[in-house]
């Protein structure tokens, strides 16, 4: 029989995590990846049965963040307080610094296009304002946007025609038009009344899943700014999603006050899981 849509079951066990647990991706066998299993700084992979173990540690004093795939195979990770963006080769399990720039605040959370280009949220909490950076193939960071609210989940959208980045204590998400030279167009494309946000990430219709911090809940946005369900998670504190398992239906949520992944269906896959199927 298959599984109820839209019904978030845990993965794992309560506490594998730290209240860190963020950054999820999945690689190709359907192995899940999050920073921060068992102690801060490292980097944590789930089995689709819910299995946990340390995937790698990162140099001290690295912590990760966002977590994604590039086309190469390895592995980029946010590391915020290193001001990099780190490389892990999957089969040596050796890390590398990818791009590094001392000016940032954190990075955050990134996402990347079918390009490899990597964007880059950087909030400063402590003043609720932010940047976004850009990462092309020389890995060298350009600012792309600075004097923004509190820049955190990041996404391109699956046609790679638009950029998004939400603003967790102003409640903005924004969208941009996005090539090969930069963002332009800036545009709200909805506005939240009430509780955070973190992480979040489109499917392939180019809907975006986004975290709702504090209100525990996943809400599924349309690319016209429409809410068109939310998903009951069981914990008040999701940091960020992404898509994977066998067809990419299932969406993972790492949970901070629970320090565990829970997951729920889908009808769709994710842009990413897509995107890195096709380049396998």
Known sequence: MAAELYVSRPLTTAGGFTVGIEGPACDRQGN???????????????????????????????????IRFHSAGYMLIADYMG??????????????????????????????GADDVVYASDPDWGSSTGRMWRVGGDRKFVL?????????????????????????????????DLDATGISNKRLLIQFPDFGMDGMRCDVDGNLYI????????AKVSPAGEVLLEVVLGGEKPSNLAFG?????????????????????VERPGRAWALYQRRG
């Open 32 to 66: 899940l990846y999050a920073v921060n299993y068992q102690r801060e700084g490292t980097i944590g992979k789930v089995t689709p049965d819910g299995e946990c173990s340390i995937f790698v540690e990162l140099p001290h004093p690295s912590v990760g963040n966002g």
């Open 144 to 176: 792309l946007e600075a004097g923004m609210g509190t820049t955190n989940g990041i996404e391109v959208s699956p046609d790679e025609r638009r950029l998004y980045v939400n603003e967790t204590v102003q409640r903005n998400v924004w969208a941009y």
């Open 211 to 218: 975290t709702r911090w504090g209100k525990g809940t996943v």
């Open 245 to 265: 398992g066998p067809d990419g239906c299932t969406c993972y949520v790492t949970v901070q006050d629970r320090g565990w992944v829970e997951s729920f269906r």
């Open 83 to 112: 001001h990099n963006v780190l490389a892990v080769d999957m089969e040596t399990r050796a890390i590398s610094v990818y791009a590094h720039e001392p000016s940032l605040h954190q990075p955050n959370d990134i996402a990347i």
